[in-house]
């Protein structure tokens, strides 16, 4: 039998997975970094003058990045005025520069010219009173990438705001839609990607106050409907806890959803959602949830994983953000929290939808914050996390890496929506490019890819917004820059 055994795991192990694991560190560099006074709101990351380099946007501030090595404020001579409030990054009218929509103050969007400089564009001006969110994406497929905005209420008057979908008009952003009032609820996060590889973005929303989610699919031709109860994603609308939303309309007890946000955690392939729910200890509040994409086998219904995935409860989670950290190719989460005596977490992904809290190990000490998001600022092949304020570079003892940038046809020239399927032989990973995740943070346009201990040639699928595929080989630990055909 022991033979057999031996013989047994021989066989298996050239199969297996290429993961390895490796001490993951990170360490402090904010102030070397120049970013002292950035504070801790919500911020994006992107390469605003396409040098190769992440730059930043937190709070209406613009931080270049000069060589990884550190940053410098340009926000006075950028153009851009008083602003405040997150902003999400993307080309909005296909010049080929990226521009970005601050989403506070009735929403404020600029144009790109080049060299960090800004000019004011055109959009429809947002009434509510408090909006937490925006996402980016193309929801026709005509080219130009439209925004969801999550908006939320105003407390104290038990006064909520109709989210807001705007499309864009060759660069004029104008209002396409508003939730009907069935759907008035509280929204504090939004991120998008086509889950059901039906060729049509889809939406998540985020809505707190014991709210359900929103699942908004995408039927084409400005026609969505919000099926998250259908596929399993809506939280557990519990019947028998009640509440009503400020017209009136009564719904199920769900969760507290500050951010969620998409990654393949299983590299099966397909994008599955990671719920970020904050929750007070009655029970009838939703905890975190890890959700499996059930793929085309399940008509792509979510699978429950929490209970296995083991998220310990905290109450004050607030954004979550992903990236495989350590480079051993399997998506790991940063979870922040929003009260000072809770703190954010940073949980590796085991595998099989396990994941342990490593954060002791790493030095990463986040307090009381919703600014959470990853990039290479160094270009090192290691992703870094911005959270609470400060820049945490990546020193761990990590992996082989892939990073891709894509460079789409106008007008969507960030190729935003766009996936990428690397083939590692025995695995594969994918990434899509995404314009705003959790709760009203970026992670850069830019995507990296874990590849554990696999020293062979990439096999990669670029598939295109408009769904076009195109075919590329890379080597490992280069960065790439791959033009649309």
Known sequence: MKILNRLYVALLLPLMCSCVAHQTEFRDVTREAGLGKLGNQKAAWADLNNDGW?????????WKNLDGKTFVEVTRTSGIESISGPGVVADFNGDGIKDIYFIRQGGNLYFGSGDF????GQTFKNTAGNVQAACVMDLNNDGYVDVYIANYEIWKKQLGFRDLILRNNKGILIKQWEAPDEKLMRGRGATSCDFNNDGWMDIYVSNYRLMPNFLWVNRGNWKKSDLAGEYGCAGTERRNVVFKNCLGIPYGSSGHTIGSLWADFNNDTYFDLFVGNFSHPPNYQDRPMMLQNGGPD?????????????????????SPAAADVDNDGRVDIFYNTCYPRDSGRLFHNLGNWRFKDITPETAIRAFTSSQNAFADF???????????????????????????TLAGKSPNTSAVGAKVIVDCGRQKYIRQVEAGTGAGNQNDLRLHFGLGSYRGIIKADVIWPDGRISHHEFKINTRNLVKEP
């Open 54 to 62: 992440p730059d930043l946007v937190s709070d209406g501030r613009i």
């Open 117 to 120: 400089k800004f000019v004011k």
């Open 378 to 404: 160094d270009n090192d092949g290691r992703v870094d996390l911005l959270t609470s304020g400060c820049l945490y570079r990546n020193v761990s003892d990590a992996g082989n890496w892939l990073e891709v």
């Open 298 to 318: 399940k008509n792509y219904r979510f699978i429950d994983r929490s209970a296995i995935a083991g998220i310990p409860w905290q109450e004050s989670y607030g």
